[in-house]
């Protein structure tokens, strides 16, 4: 899936959806080939074509269990593991069940032989993938270490050879040094920056792998690195940007930022200005989060495109104080921290109504933030505007598909 990723026109999520019905259609085939052939009264029989039937039927039944996103979402690592034991013992019975066949099904073969040959060759792909990635030269794999920040983790990869990232990308890790069961365990996280030798995640903790990394803060542990996959979404032919984030939603679009500053210095980039919104739950979250970055971008930007406004909504240093109004930073006032919520229609509005020609706006936030954007675009009543929902790994969903708004006669 992460190969497809990123080497088709289909984003992740249109591909999930395409996995999910053609896991649907072999189920319903299956299932009507189960009833028509126990409607001719052929009983089960205890070994050879029954019992192979049997066991691919129960391997379809056995996802059907396992499919339901709530039971998806909780038991991530055990219910990706169960998924391809069990498609590897329906692949198995399918094969035993089409051999055993008193006249067998050659063409039947042929067709469930060459899928068996894609799987083991993409199989064998992905692990040579991972020591390309992770190894140098002798045994030990890439160092990763892990720093706690506020509400946060930042894991710095320092990997064997220079990579090549593109925004929107993301990253499979295994961890060595957690034990067993953390080896056995591969997650994906979003590439937030990236040095010729180093790569960073921004993470924020929610349970089970992601909560346990917490136990090894200002540890230096070995990791297995697959990727990068994911595609990228080309900003630069947009004269202007308009970005929404919040919490670490920021690691999906600093990236982003990144290229079209690089594009922006080679003359490569339409893009006139840059307008980040960034809404955050504790003041001092982003000096820890991003601080570096920014002022990477900041120093990058020599024609003073970028402006951010970073909205705090409580938790202040000072809690007495309560501050409220603004605060400017940085050369030409490009960074504002405001401490109130922010108001994403109204600034939304503003935002497009000053803006011309081709504007995206980027969004990569919560639910309740994402929908008032995406309501908002929707009845902006303006040509040329392009909406792009980005995801952030790990993240409840993945990065959604690029929405075109229709334009308005």
């Known amino acids: 899936m992460s190969l497809l990723t990123s080497y088709s026109l289909l984003s992740y999520h249109g591909q999930q959806v395409a996995h999910r019905w053609l896991g649907w259609i072999a ?22 074509v029954g019992v192979s039937g049997l066991v691919a039927s129960l391997a379809l039944l056995a996802m059907i269990i396992l499919s339901p996103l709530r039971l998806y979402a909780r038991t991530y690592e055990t219910t990706v593991n169960a998924h391809v034991a069990l498609s590897i013992s329906l692949l198995g019975s399918l094969w035993y069940h089409l051999y055993a066949l008193p006249s067998p099904s050659w063409l039947g073969l042929i067709y469930l032989n060459t899928a068996i040959g894609i799987l083991v060759i993409g199989c064998l792909l992905s692990c040579v993938h991972v020591l390309y990635r992770s190894y140098r030269t002798g045994w030990h794999p890439g160092v990763l270490s892990i720093r706690q920040l506020t509400d946060a983790i930042q894991i710095t990869i320092e990997v064997p050879r220079p990579w090549t990232f593109r925004a929107g990308q993301h990253i499979y890790l295994r961890v060595i040094g957690m034990g067993i069961r953390a080896l056995w365990q591969s997650h994906p996280f979003t590439v937030a920056w990236w040095d010729q030798n180093r790569v960073t995640l921004l993470i924020r903790p929610r349970g089970g792998f992601t909560r346990r990394l917490l136990l090894y803060s200002g540890c230096r542990l070995h990791g297995l690195v697959e990727g990068p996959f994911g595609t990228e979404h080309d900003l630069r032919p947009y004269g202007a940007i308009i970005m929404f984030a919040s919490g670490v939603g920021i690691a999906a679009q600093v990236p982003y930022i990144r290229r079209v500053l690089e594009g922006h210095d080679t003359s490569q980039a339409c893009t006139q200005s840059i307008a980040l919104y960034w809404q955050l739950d504790s003041e001092g979250a982003h000096q820890e989060w991003v601080k570096e970055w920014m002022d990477e971008l900041l120093r990058r930007d020599m024609h003073y495109i970028l402006s951010i406004f970073v909205f705090v909504s409580g938790n202040y240093n000072d809690p007495l104080a309560c501050p409220r109004g603004a605060e400017c930073f940085g050369e030409h006032h490009r960074v504002n921290r405001i401490f109130g919520d922010l108001d994403v229609t109204t600034t939304l509005c503003g935002e497009l109504s000053n803006r011309r020609g081709k504007t995206a706006v980027v969004v990569c936030a919560g639910p309740a933030m994402a929908d008032v954007v995406r309501h908002t675009v929707r009845n902006a009543l303006r040509r040329n505007v392009t909406l792009l929902e980005l995801g952030v790994w790990p993240g409840p969903s993945g990065g959604g598909p690029m929405i075109a708004v229709p334009p308005v006669s």
């Open 27 to 48: 189920i319903s085939n299956g299932a009507i080939h189960s009833i028509v052939a126990l409607s001719f009264g052929r009983p089960l029989e205890h070994k050879g």
